[in-house]
Every structure is written in structure tokens, then in C-alpha cells.
């Protein structure tokens, strides 16, 4: 199969043999959940039902998870939960792979807890080491062990 490679910011053709997993970036996310701009969302639902037929995964990074809650919430306006029931519904297709599954528990904490993504995945990842915050607001609703930087400075004090 003959494909296009970006290769220095030039267009390079070049005969390879695709691969049958590829890393997913926000921005072809976030048409397929936005649907804007129309003709991107188009053709990123239309890779969708091409890598679906050809059993190909496409693999979302969690810092991709994280740029989509970002700018869905910050940039287009969506609440919470209807990010999360959005995303939720597209890492639930059969040729989405999440990098980490833990992102499925913070997107709920996203929306539930009323909490950063970011925090959230911390928060959930973190179970067994402690985090350095002064956001005692968010990572006191989740399941995890938090101390102030002044706290972690008096505990060093006295070991």
C-alpha cells in the first residue's frame, strides 16, 4: 500500500506496510465529538469505519484523554458529564484503545466529583504514593494520600 509519510515537514512518498496500531490525536477526537468543523468530522468519522474494518487500534495517549477534556469543557462549553458520557462512548469502541484504563475512572471523577481531569487521573493513579498539592479541595474527594508541600516539609523535618 502506498501512503503519504510526513517526514521534515515535507510530503514523502514511500512504500510501507501499515501498521496495525496508530496513536490518535486530540484533534481527530475532538471532531468526531464535536463535529466541528463539519468537513474534519467528516472524514475523521470516516478513518473511524476504515481502521474498524481493517482491525486496526487506535491507541489514546492519556495526555491526549486530557487535551480533549480541556478543550471540550474550556473551549466548546460542555459540562462534565456530557464530556464524559461523550469520550466515555468513544474509548467504548472496539478499535479505540485506551493507553492507560485509568482513564475511564477519572473522567467519571471529572464529572462526579466536580474535579480537574488532570486531578482526577493523579488521584486515581496514585494509590499507593502520596501527592505533593495544596489543591487539598480536589484530591480530598479522591481515593489517595495528599500532603501540602509545608506538611511533606515538617514530616522531612522530623525523620
Known sequence: M???LLNSNKAVRETKKLSKRMRLDANVLLRVATGNPEEMAIKAKQLFQSVAKQNIKLIVPTMVAAEC????????KFDRFQIRDGLTKIFSLSFIELEDSMVLKALNDFAEKNVDFVDAYLGNSSKQIPIITWNEKHFKTLPCEFFSPEQMIEHLKNE
Open 2 to 4: 502506498k501512503m503519504w
Open 69 to 76: 477534556c480541556w478543550v471540550l469543557n474550556g473551549v466548546y
